[in-house]
């Protein structure tokens, strides 16, 4: 005969063991990091201790993808089923995942958060850049600016940064002279190189414009094709070290504050390394040179925070978002990394007060100065950005394709690109 007192307890045990498998699966999140480094993974584990701190219910995987191979692994992910709940998301990868349905509507969350009132036009501009929809909340921005070598400037009988393009190449000529091994430009030859690419040309070609009402792409404009060329030159007449053709982040602020290179466009980010490195007194952060008609086009992007449609946890994966994004986090978050935070009156904080940023804000006061967009909302520019552009243009820089080609082979598929996303708009 079965003991009833027995079973009952049979029962709650049993239940308590579902209930107990049914919360872990719930609340068991998979972050992905795209942009990483060891001190970046263990600031966001800091901030994802905290996290879990008040909701110890919580589990949270953290997933680590090199830069550089970030764009194929997570997509080998995306296609062997395996979805994170929450991704850090770059700009040039929000359209080609959106425009694919894959990312979650964030505006009924923003409606009902209350830090979206302080967030500035830009950021909700920018999270809504593909398609019209929220599809991420950015946690700051990258806006490219000269870093200049003090010291090697001064070898070279230099005392300014340079102002125009002509004056960056005629510096660089100078700083390359001293020889030792010293190059005047560091350049970025591999993953992450098109900023610059896109960057100079259209300085040369003043406008910001990628194409036409058309859809034509404007990089065979005679003037897009002297921006090309102009980085060319500086590669072949050895104004950059010769093995900055297979350089990456990394390897262009170690090149910069090791005194291998005088000069580095980047954005904030690269400043924590270099003032880790270098003497303040050493380096400074100038605006871009001017190109032809007296405007130059920094290159402005953003990365931030997705979540997957697929993902089972969309409340939670939410809540962390909105923890990882309120102002407090926001800021630690954009000091330690070096973007330009996103929320109003956040550049009155002291921290921006330093000279080195003197550079960047400058950009953002002057008509001389207009931020160049990438076109993101382009199903096919992480593809573009992060494959295309390193494979052609390293072949081009050792000399195995010219310059014309290679600018008309971008033009064609942005063309086509650009067309695709028209028509869709209709």
């Not at 940023?357 to 001389?368: D, I, K, R």
Request: net charge neutral; with cysteine.
């Amino acid at each position: 005969m079965r003991h009833p007192k027995r079973h009952l307890l049979n029962l709650l045990v049993l239940s308590a063991g579902l209930f107990s498998g049914m919360s872990s699966a719930a609340t068991k999140l998979t972050l992905v990091e795209v942009i990483t480094s060891p001190a970046r993974t263990e600031m966001l584990q800091k901030m994802l201790t905290a996290y879990k701190t008040q909701h110890p219910d919580v589990e949270i995987e953290v997933v680590s993808l090199p830069w550089g191979q970030a764009f194929e692994k997570l997509g080998t992910m995306i296609q062997s089923g395996q979805y994170p709940d929450v991704v850090e998301m770059p700009d040039t990868w929000q359209g080609l995942y959106a425009s694919n349905g894959m990312l979650a509507d964030l505006e009924p969350r923003l409606k009902g958060w209350a830090g979206t009132l302080d967030l500035t036009d830009k950021t909700l501009t920018m999270a809504r850049s593909s398609g019209g929809t929220a599809t991420m909340i950015p946690y700051g921005f990258y806006l490219r600016a000269m870093f200049w070598n003090k010291k090697l400037f001064k070898q070279a009988g230099l005392t300014d940064a340079p102002k125009t393009m002509d004056e960056f190449m005629a510096d660089a000529k100078k700083i390359s002279a001293l020889g030792n091994g010293i190059s005047g430009y560091c350049m970025r030859g591999g993953v992450g190189g098109t900023n610059a690419w896109m960057m100079f040309m259209a300085a040369m070609n003043g406008s910001p414009d990628f194409f036409d009402k058309e859809g034509n792409s404007t990089l065979t404009d005679p003037g897009a094709v002297k921006g090309a060329q102009f980085l060319v030159d500086m590669y072949q007449k050895g104004y950059a070290p010769k093995d900055s053709v297979n350089w990456g982040f990394n390897e262009i602020v170690s090149g910069f504050y090791s005194g291998k290179c005088a000069m580095l466009d980047q954005d904030p980010d690269a400043l924590i390394a270099i003032k880790n490195s270098m003497n303040p007194d050493d380096f400074s952060v100038a605006p871009m040179p001017l190109g032809p008609n007296g405007k130059a086009y920094p290159t402005i992007g953003y990365t931030g925070w997705s979540m997957f449609k697929q993902s089972k946890n969309q409340d939670q994966s939410w809540d962390l978002i909105s923890f990882l994004s309120n102002k407090e986090n926001n800021l630690t978050w954009s000091k330690f990394v070096g973007t330009l935070p996103i929320y109003k009156g956040a550049e009155q904080d002291v921290y921006y007060h330093a000279p080195q940023f003197a550079g960047w804000f400058a950009e953002l006061n002057s008509p001389n100065y207009i931020p160049l967009t990438m076109p993101t909302h382009l199903k096919g520019w992480g593809y573009f950005n992060s494959v295309i552009v390193k494979d052609s243009s390293q072949e081009t820089l050792l000399g195995q394709n010219d310059t014309e080609s290679m600018v008309k082979d971008w033009a064609k598929y942005l063309t086509k690109e650009q067309k695709a996303w028209l028509a869709a708009q209709k």
